[in-house]
């Protein structure tokens, strides 16, 4: 059984960094063809990609985003952690991770965690 | 703007069928497998058909899917009241290195 489950604080102040844990169970990263995204969803809005780390370390990320985030993984604590720089209030939202197949969208997600940029 | 374009909503009545289409380009559609999640309020995203046309464990077959070049659908058969909920596809972008995903449509079911 697949599981994801994200994990970081609920709120930043603007101009700190955020950083989220994604903790996954029933499949591995060091598996061929595995990869991990997150997604955002600020309220009310579409679904919005922001990064994806695959098996092999290979890293994509947003255009949009590219210089605040960074993705990494901990095969052997089955990890995926994001981090995004330079936090603003435009920037709160559901983070979800999901279990992302290459070539393809995502196909298990976490429960979300919503983060809130306020001062 | 999203790189796939969904309509924004859909409504059809309890036991009618539905289809949300999905318009993307070469890049993303055109040669890669597109996915379909289903979004009920204050939940998180759920796969609904993957690989173009497969559904998940679980899901019936009221749901199904098909890809014709660069354009998705999305069909829903016997519409229920529990149905209602934004529909989003998504898909890999070769040329952006990238996982799109269309703007959402949301579904009533009147």
């Known amino acids: 059984q697949v599981t994801l489950r994200e994990s970081g604080p609920a709120l930043v102040k603007p101009t700190q960094t955020l950083t989220l844990t994604c903790t996954f169970s029933?499949?591995?990263?060091?598996?061929?063809?595995?990869?991990v995204s997150w997604i955002r969803q600020p309220p009310g809005k579409a679904l919005e990609w922001l990064a994806r780390?695959?098996?092999?370390?290979?890293?994509y990320y947003s255009t949009s985003l590219k210089t605040r985030l960074t993705i990494s993984k901990d095969t052997s604590k089955n990890q995926v952690v994001l981090t995004m720089t330079n936090m603003d209030p435009v920037d709160t939202a559901t983070y979800y991770c999901?279990?992302?197949?290459?070539?393809?969208?995502?196909?298990?997600w976490g429960q979300g965690t919503l983060v809130t940029v306020s001062s | 703007q999203s790189v796939l374009t969904q309509p924004p909503s859909v409504s059809a009545a309890p036991g009618q069928k539905v289809t949300i289409s999905c318009s993307g380009s070469?890049?993303?559609?055109?040669?890669?497998?597109v996915s379909w999640y289903q979004q009920l309020p204050g939940t998180a995203p759920k796969l609904l058909i993957y690989?173009?046309?497969k559904r998940p464990s679980g899901i019936p077959d009221r749901f199904s899917g098909s890809k014709s070049g660069t354009s998705a659908t999305l069909g829903i058969t016997g519409l229920q009241t529990g149905d209602e909920a934004h529909y989003y596809c998504?898909?890999?972008?070769?040329?952006?290195?990238?996982?799109?995903f269309g703007g959402g449509t949301k579904l009533t079911v009147l």
């Open positions: 070469s890049s993303n559609i055109g040669n890669n497998y």
């Open positions: 999901a279990r992302n197949p290459y070539s393809s969208g995502p196909e298990y």
């Open positions: 998504g898909t890999w972008d070769s040329s952006l290195s990238a996982v799109v």
């Open positions: 780390i695959d098996w092999d370390d290979d890293k």
């Open positions: 690989d173009n046309n």
């Open positions: 029933g499949f591995s990263l060091s598996t061929s063809g595995m990869c």
